[in-house]
């Protein structure tokens, strides 16, 4: 039946909305009322030339379409789910280069060369230099005089470190890093002045730093991932080209949304006392998992139907658009007790906050959570008193649930 709460011409990726609040009670409606959900989009603004979006709302539905990409297809309109109105087709059509882009069968040969780094032994191998990162991390952010900016001071730091010992970019480099991925991910923010060709020229120094990088390994390889992915030619290789494309998907998947759930956690913490000292005091293991599922740095990805198909008891067309609104699954009361509640010691935690499974599964699960178990024991140690002092600046975004400044005081 058609969902009265929802008012006409309310669409969830306009990036207005998502500056000022992630719209979970309009998602609980539809979730309620209309799981499956057409959402019309006048124009072309969001990029794609078509007249709307399906808006997915169900775990279990986000979960099937993930897992099922011969019929929901990331390559063919990309998973990003709005760009803006002046983006040429060709710009689209080139971000197919990025693993998050494609689909099996490449999709596939990709990802098996690019996830030797992130092997339980290679995660493991980075567990003591980061915790000694973010224990300097956090001493530095204790040092301030006065409130501070939690975002710049601490939640980015440590995934760009991560960063920088995960494939040897230099230390000195790391503020480059963080720098061009902000401009790739922040053109819908009028605060940053950022245009979509100032962001496309930003991803192409990260694309032209990476080869740089993968050309000097294949041709002096070292004892580091970069000449693992590029110069291990028996078991497969990845191109200087793909190396490179994989490198700026790390930048947005590796820095952005560790960055974004780091900060959406401390936020949760300061607003819910009884979970910070719940956590100063025994270290759940299980806060990590409950942090992603409480930020969704994510907020969304898109598919596209390769078929006509059924979904939600609707009937999706062959080149409709499809939203998976992780947000809205990770608050899925089917799945979860209390849904709206913070609670560190939640167990199980079936989010997907990294994923909804299937063969975009976040590589690096495991690396950010460790970031994010480090990074909070190290603040939890250094600033146990830790109080917040603004409201949270939101990123102006489609699709990231990002957050620009936090501030913050010891005292």
Same mark, same amino acid.
């Given at each position: ?6 008012? !006409?011409?309310? !669409? ?9 609040? =992630? ?13 499956? %959900?057409? &959402? ?14 399906? *808006? ?10 993930? $897992? ?18 002046? #983006? ?6 080139? +971000? ?16 098996? &060369? ?22 300097? &991390?956090?001493?530095? *952010?204790?040092?301030? /005089? ?14 760009? +470190? ?8 230099? +230390? !000195?480099?790391? *503020? ?8 790739? @991910?922040?053109? /819908? ?5 950022? $245009? ?9 120094? #990260? #694309?032209?730093?990476?080869? $740089? ?10 004892? /580091? #991932? =970069? ?24 930048? =947005? ?7 974004? *759930? ?12 009884? +979970? ?14 409950? @942090? ?10 898109? %598919? $596209? ?10 009937? @999706? ?57 480090? &990074? ?12 917040? =002092?603004?409201?949270?600046? %939101?990123?102006?975004?489609?699709? @990231? ?11």
């Amino acid at each position: 039946m058609p969902c009265p709460a929802l008012p !006409d011409g309310f !669409d969830f990726t306009d990036p207005d909305l998502l500056q000022h609040r =992630v719209p979970l009670p309009e998602l609980a409606e539809l979730r309620r009322a209309e799981p499956v %959900r057409w &959402i019309p989009q006048s124009g072309n603004v969001a990029g794609f030339q078509d007249e709307g979006y399906w *808006a997915v709302t169900r775990h279990a539905d986000v979960r099937y379409v993930s $897992t099922h990409p011969e019929l929901f297809s990331s390559t063919l309109n990309t998973a990003i789910i709005r760009f803006n109105e002046h #983006i040429e087709r060709d710009s689209i059509d080139a +971000q197919r280069l990025i693993m998050l882009n494609m689909d099996p069968p490449e999709h596939t040969r990709v990802r098996q &060369i690019v996830q030797r780094g992130f092997t339980p032994r290679a995660v493991r191998a980075l567990e003591e230099r980061l915790r000694q990162r973010a224990r300097d &991390i956090a001493a530095g *952010a204790r040092d301030h /005089d006065g409130p501070f900016d939690f975002v710049t001071s601490v939640a980015c730091e440590l995934p760009l +470190q991560a960063i920088a010992e995960l494939i040897g970019i230099p +230390q !000195d480099d790391r *503020a480059k890093i963080f720098d061009w991925s902000n401009r790739m @991910i922040a053109y /819908d923010d009028p605060e940053y002045a950022v $245009t979509e060709e100032v962001g496309a020229r930003s991803a192409a120094e #990260i #694309i032209a730093y990476a080869m $740089t990088m993968a050309v000097e390994r294949k041709r002096c390889p070292a004892h /580091d #991932i =970069v000449s693992t992915l590029v110069a291990a030619e028996d078991e497969g290789n990845l191109s200087s080209d793909e190396f490179g494309f994989f490198v700026l998907m790390l930048a =947005v998947a590796g820095n952005e949304t560790t960055r974004n *759930a780091i900060t959406h956690g401390m936020h949760a913490f300061l607003t819910h006392p009884e +979970q910070w000292e719940l956590y100063k005091t025994h270290r759940p293991s299980t806060a990590a998992e409950e @942090i992603v599922r409480w930020a969704t740095p994510v907020f969304a990805f898109q %598919r $596209t139907a390769t078929q006509d198909t059924e979904l939600g008891g609707k009937r @999706i067309r062959k080149g409709d658009r499809v939203g998976l609104f992780y947000a809205s699954a990770n608050h899925d009361p089917e799945v979860f007790d209390r849904p709206d509640e913070f609670d560190v010691t939640r167990d199980p935690n079936p989010h997907l906050g990294f994923g909804g499974g299937g063969p975009h599964f976040c590589l690096g699960k495991s690396l950010a959570v460790l970031e994010i178990d480090l &990074i909070f024991d190290a603040v939890a140690d250094a600033m146990p008193g830790l109080r917040l =002092v603004e409201d949270p600046r %939101r990123l102006r975004s489609a699709w @990231i649930n990002g957050v620009k400044e936090l501030r913050v005081s010891t005292g």
